[in-house]
């Protein structure tokens, strides 16, 4: 890993998820979160201050050390307990049908395997269950997709895999869920990393 990847990126990701527009939109989704919870892809747990008080445990996995060592800062002083797993997002460490709420924000765009972790996401999921996700990814406007397709090379270098082009309803269609829920809008500033998809999917 250079030193771009585990040193300046973790802090890059931290800061650029800080602001008052994503917090926002953390807000809306984050409080539907009950029972046995998993996030995958926590970043520097950015999530944790907006989670319910009907959670009863809350599994966290990041494949970035430097970030889970960031999240762990954050963790003390909880209504229920957290576990931390260095783990990627195409395994993932539970049982079947062993979770109640599956939280996906800014992940999807950086999993190599988006596909596989949904499936994932599917499996450990309870009948039940629900899937929350808050991601960004391709915009319905034939010139911005452009030119989300033309920076999507250069911006996954330097975003930790980050691609700006991909279809998250679409995703998450085919990982085996049912959307109940699906809210779009732009964020303020540049159009080709701004398109947002928030809602709720339900195990099919």
């Known amino acids: 890993m250079g030193l771009y990847s585990k040193y300046i990126l973790p802090r890059l990701l931290d800061f650029a998820r800080r602001n008052k527009d994503v917090t926002e939109l953390r807000q809306l989704v984050l409080p539907e979160t009950k029972g046995i919870v998993l996030e995958v892809g926590i970043g520097s747990a950015l999530n944790f201050p907006y989670y319910s008080s009907k959670v009863l445990h809350l599994s966290r996995i990041d494949s970035s050390p430097e ?46 395997d988006s596909l596989t972790a949904l ?3 599917k499996r450990v999921l309870r009948g039940d269950g629900r899937l929350i996700f808050l991601e960004h990814g391709l915009s319905p406007e034939p010139k911005i997709q452009s030119w989300q397709n033309c920076l999507t090379p250069v911006w996954k270098r330097i975003g ?28 303020p500033g540049p159009k080709p990393m ?10 099919e």
């Open 67 to 112: 970030l889970l060592q960031m999240a762990q800062r954050k963790t003390g002083g909880t209504s229920f307990p957290v576990t931390l797993l260095n783990q990627t997002a195409e395994k993932f460490p539970l049982e079947d049908h062993s979770v109640d709420t599956v939280v996906m924000t800014w992940v999807l765009c950086s999993i190599a």
């Open 194 to 203: 701004t398109y947002v998809y928030r809602g709720f999917a339900e195990p």
């Open 160 to 187: 930790g895999g980050c691609c700006l082009n991909k279809k998250i309803d679409g995703l998450i269609s085919h990982g085996g869920f049912a959307i109940r829920e699906l809210h779009n809008c732009y964020m």
């Open 119 to 121: 499936r994932e996401a």
